[in-house]
């Protein structure tokens, strides 16, 4: 069974940057494909990027594309969330989870918080 953690969040002003990590359990992180979602106050959980299993093939969300890059080291069991030019409206819990086939995500993590302050 696959465990993922999330971490890197905290506060952060307008314009400013972050970096979020998400550490995967066990020896299979290469076998599968990863998103990052996330989740405001009152709102739904709303997808931001995806990465395939080799890191070659990336999607984003209109919302951030331009400003966040999502990347992986396999060798490390990690996938990355790297947000510049952050805006108030970024502001949630950010949680990654395993993509095993087109349109499913499981193995969800615990989330980290990012606000952003105007």
């Known amino acids: 069974q696959v465990q993922l953690v999330e971490s890197g969040g905290g506060l952060v002003q307008a314009g400013g940057s972050r970096r979020l990590s998400c550490a995967a359990s066990?020896?299979?992180?290469?076998?599968?494909?990863l998103g990052w979602f996330r989740q405001a106050p009152g709102k739904e959980r709303e997808f931001v990027a995806s990465?395939?299993?080799?890191?070659?093939?990336?999607n984003y969300a209109d919302s951030v594309k331009g400003r966040f890059t999502i990347s992986r080291d396999n060798a490390k069991n990690t996938v990355y969330l790297q947000m510049n030019s952050l805006k108030p409206e970024d502001t949630a819990v950010y949680y990654c989870?395993?993509?095993?086939?087109?349109?499913?995500?499981?193995?969800w993590g615990q989330g980290t918080q990012v606000t952003v302050s105007s």
């Open positions: 989870a395993r993509n095993p086939r087109p349109g499913a995500y499981d193995s």
């Open positions: 066990g020896r299979t992180f290469s076998s599968y494909a």
């Open positions: 990465i395939s299993r080799s890191g070659g093939s990336t």
